[in-house]
């Protein structure tokens, strides 16, 4: 017997890493996903990914740091699928320094990003969101739970997303719309290979063996709690702040020897 796919997602930063993997992983359950980013041609290449899938796919060109980019791309998908059922907010961007060294453009930047996109996802997409009773999960940060040395714009804007989030839970539980915060700790993407790049050696040393699990995370492995979290299975799951870390922020931890 074969169940008709109805599901309409869709995913902000999916042509790279974590959103990537999610618009893949929630391809093989859904109807059509909506593939938003800001580089066209990288959008193509997972849409027809997801296509292999047996999903359609949309490409959703949009900076998400643009409230106005961010309404017409989800308008044109409302407007040709009917509605909205389940939303993932993965674009992001980590730039790092001191605050008394930190650029005011960079800070507007991880703001407008992180946290404004986050924040213009959830108000263009919650009105079709009541009217199916669907989910928002945000991929947020273990930067969203605790301080990192010299990621201090990263967790300010990380923090604001888990407090947006929790925020959401009270005001949308009623309506039936499920809101939750994912919070990976370093997982293998471009965007972690760069800042591991620019570390020392004792530095990352000094990441790996803080997760008790032993090891970083696969995008995969977040994928596959999103479309857990975003799936009926998970019906009682709501204003969750999800650790996702190998265990890193459960405590002071010591590598053994
Ligand atoms: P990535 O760099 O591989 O992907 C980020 C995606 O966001 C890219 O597709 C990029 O084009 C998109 N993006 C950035 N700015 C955008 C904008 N203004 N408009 C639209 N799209 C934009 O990084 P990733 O590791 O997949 O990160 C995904 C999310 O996971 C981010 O929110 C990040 O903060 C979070 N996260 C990552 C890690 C990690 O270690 N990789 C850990 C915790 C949380």
Redesign the pocket.
């Known amino acids: 017997m074969t169940t008709e796919r109805t599901e309409r997602v869709i995913v902000?930063?999916?042509?790279?890493?974590?959103?990537?993997a999610i618009a893949i992983r929630l391809a093989s359950r859904a109807a059509v996903v909506g593939v938003?980013?800001?580089?066209e041609e990288?959008a193509r290449e997972v849409a027809a990914q997801v296509e292999e899938l047996g999903c359609k796919a949309e490409v959703l060109q949009?900076?998400?740091?643009q409230p106005s980019a961010v309404e017409d791309a989800i308008g044109a998908f409302v407007a040709k699928y009917g509605g909205i059922d389940t939303v993932v907010s993965?674009?992001?961007?980590?730039l790092t320094g001191l605050v008394n060294d930190f650029g005011l453009d960079a800070w507007d930047q991880m703001i407008s990003?992180?946290l404004s996109?986050t924040f213009y996802l959830a108000k263009y997409t919650l009105p079709e969101l009541i009217k199916t009773r669907g989910t928002f999960t945000a991929?947020?940060?273990?930067?969203g739970t605790q301080g990192a040395q010299e990621f201090a714009a990263?967790c300010a804007t990380?923090h604001g997303v888990n407090g947006l989030i929790k925020a959401m839970a009270l005001d949308y539980g009623a309506s039936g719309v499920r809101c939750n915060a994912v919070?990976?700790?370093?997982?293998e993407?471009?965007?972690?290979d760069q800042?591991l790049d620019g570390m020392s050696t004792e530095e990352v040393d000094y990441y790996k063996k803080s997760v008790p699990l032993g090891r970083?995370a696969r995008?995969e492995e977040v994928a596959n709690v999103v479309a857990h979290l975003s799936s009926t299975e998970a019906a009682y799951s709501h204003g969750m702040i999800y650790a996702l870390d190998g265990g890193a922020t459960s405590g002071y931890y010591s590598a053994p020897a």
């Open positions: 902000s930063g999916a042509t790279s890493g974590i959103g990537r938003m980013g800001r580089r990288a949009a900076d998400v740091s993965s674009a992001g961007i980590a990003t992180n996109g991929i947020s940060s273990d930067a990263y990380k919070c990976p700790g370093f997982v993407t471009p965007m972690a800042l970083f995008p």
